[in-house]
T-cell receptor, first 113, second 114 residues
Framework: DSGVTQTPKHLITATGQRVTLRCSPRSGDLSVYWYQQSLDQGLQFLIQYYNGEERAKGNILERFSAQQFPDLHSELNLSSLELGDSALYFC????????????FGPGTRLTVT | GDSVTQMEGPVTLSEEAFLTINCTYTATGYPSLFWYVQYPGEGLQLLLKATKADDKGSNKGFEATYRKETTSFHLEKGSVQVSDSAVYFCALLTKGGGADGLTFGKGTHLIIQP
């Protein structure tokens, strides 16, 4: 158990819908990272937040957004969903903004039908 | 941009066999290198890391050496067990300038048969 929690574990929704994925980092960790794992693209970095502020952006679509709240939990919002958005979404956390050791949550499996 | 190339599986070995999973990278600057392992139905776990050239990371019998001259970070284990069956990801992190997220290889599915 990494100490990173993600909810929900599974999510099934229809095309065009909007969903929110939630992540709670390990106690004391200030940084949260979001990754997408799909068969086509593999594991891709989406976005990083550090202590409430966006710090780095990877291959995140404009339809996707994230935020980190004062209690340091983070939410990833996915809108106008397409079939190709079906994937495992992982959250990871690290103590500082320098991500030499990232701890991953168990993931949320999103299925878009 | 940065990229990681690793051998694609599945790689099937018998218990107690010697394991090598190749990983090479392309990066600007001097990246840190990592191996992560993903067991079925679980998230990724950091297996080992190396932050500069010639560093050797090791954990649970696994080893990898950061070779700058060949831009490689091959994972090795002398005697694998059935419990080592998992997907192994090589990854890099470029220090400074740009995204601080990890860049991953495609993953290598390892199957160990008793």
């Amino acid at each position: 158990d990494s100490g990173v929690t993600q909810t929900p574990k599974h999510l099934i929704t229809a095309t065009g819908q909007r969903v929110t994925l939630r992540c709670s980092p390990r106690s004391g960790d200030l940084s949260v990272y979001w990754y997408q794992q799909s068969l086509d693209q593999g594991l891709q970095f989406l976005i990083q937040y550090y202590n409430g502020e966006e710090r780095a952006k990877g291959n995140i679509l404009e339809r996707f957004s994230a935020q980190q709240f004062p209690d340091l939990h983070s939410e990833l919002n996915l809108s106008s969903l397409e079939l190709g958005d079906s994937a495992l979404y992982f959250c990871a956390s690290s103590q500082t903004g320098i991500a030499y050791e990232q701890y991953f949550g168990p993931g949320t499996r999103l299925t878009v039908t | 941009g940065d990229s990681v190339t690793q051998m694609e599986g599945p790689v099937t070995l018998s218990e107690e066999a010697f394991l090598t999973i190749n990983c090479t990278y392309t990066a600007t600057g001097y990246p840190s290198l990592f191996w992560y392992v993903q067991y079925p139905g679980e998230g990724l776990q950091l297996l080992l890391k190396a932050t500069k050239a010639d560093d050797k990371g090791s954990n649970k019998g696994f080893e990898a050496t950061y070779r700058k001259e060949t831009t490689s970070f091959h994972l090795e284990k002398g005697s694998v067990q059935v419990s080592d069956s998992a997907v192994y990801f090589c990854a890099l992190l470029t220090k400074g300038g740009g995204a601080d997220g990890l860049t991953f290889g495609k993953g290598t599915h390892l199957i160990i048969q008793p």
